[in-house]
């Protein structure tokens, strides 16, 4: 089974974008994961207790904040850049659906049904999820409309827990609009055929899944918004780059494009691939 660890950024009111990513850890995947982790980890505290450390969040690692104060920045973004490679090394897929705050506004009636952007970016992203497994293991002589399904590509939805109920009760709700509780029962409404039949809410501080998320979405989000990383120059495999810790997953990126949806409301979504790459 593959874990799907979902997390949101832009919501502080601020962002022009609100985005929902989901981090494809595969099957078999969660291990190397860990141990790179572990070795970000080691370069925050080389000699520190292990135990006493709660998390790495991206925003506060990136900028040197509470608990990473005192902490050099070639440390700091040493220990993103592994966790990131992690994301490379290990081919994990980083799914995303950035929502246009102002063009959502402006559109009557809202998309999906959703009250605010971030239900719908979260209805996207699990779309965006659910055709990344079909299409792990698509058939070439499929005949169009076609769902083909394979257990094996069955993934859990993994979600940051939060002491907001409300919030919490939203995100079930567009969990079981797509995902029927007994999907063979003929109910039109089931998109989700790959998903777990529930998904999970966890502890960031206890998931190194949610961590690395948290990373992705943060610099994709920079990159989606135009904001270019801070202090110029990194050196990746021999060569100078501006954004590299974007640049360096960027690879593993993937816009969820769901069908019918994307047709009728592509507009109001933030495409990577249509902002160009920043290189010294």
């Known amino acids: 089974m593959h874990l799907a660890y979902f997390d949101e950024t832009g919501i502080d009111g601020y962002s022009s974008v ?22 970000a980890l080691r370069q925050i505290l080389p000699t520190g207790d292990l135990d006493d450390f709660q998390e790495f969040h991206a925003s506060a690692l990136y900028h040197g904040k509470k608990p990473f104060e005192g902490i050099d920045e070639p440390k700091r973004f040493l220990a993103i850049l592994t966790l990131l490679a992690a994301v490379r090394a290990e081919n994990m897929p980083f799914i995303y659906a950035a929502i246009d705050r102002r063009e959502f506004a402006a559109t009557h009636p809202p998309p999906f049904g959703a009250s605010k952007p971030l239900h719908a970016a979260f209805h996207a992203c699990l779309l ?3 055709e990344w497994a079909t299409e792990n293991h698509s058939r070439p002589h499929t005949p169009p409309d ?5 257990w094996q590509d069955t ?6 827990d939060c002491e907001n109920n409300n919030l919490k009760n939203e ?18 409404s089931h998109r989700l055929w790959h998903a777990h039949d529930d998904m999970f809410f966890a502890d960031s501080t206890d998931s190194l899944g ?7 979405n943060y610099f994709v989000r ?18 100078a780059e501006k954004n590299a810790f974007y640049e360096l997953i960027s690879p593993q990126v993937i816009c969820a494009k769901p069908s019918p949806e994307w047709q009728k409301y592509g507009h109001l979504f933030r495409k990577h691939d249509d902002i160009p790459h920043r290189r010294e």
Do not use: W
């Not at 099957?27 to 860990?34: I, N, P």
């Not at 076609?146 to 394979?150: H, I, N, R």
């Not at 995100?171 to 039109?188: C, N, Q």
């Open 171 to 188: 995100y079930r709700r567009t969990y079981r609009t797509l995902r029927s509780k007994h999907p063979f029962a003929g109910i039109p």
């Open 18 to 39: 609100v985005m929902f990513g989901a981090l494809i850890v595969p099957t078999g995947k969660f291990g190397a994961a860990s141990v790179m982790h572990h070795n």
């Open 210 to 216: 949610l961590q690395i998320s948290d990373l992705c």
């Open 128 to 130: 965006g999820v659910e």
């Open 146 to 150: 076609t769902k083909v399904l394979d």
């Open 222 to 239: 920079l990159h989606l918004e135009g904001i270019a990383e801070k202090n110029g120059v990194l050196q990746l495999d021999g060569m």
């Open 155 to 160: 993934y859990l939805c993994i979600l940051d």
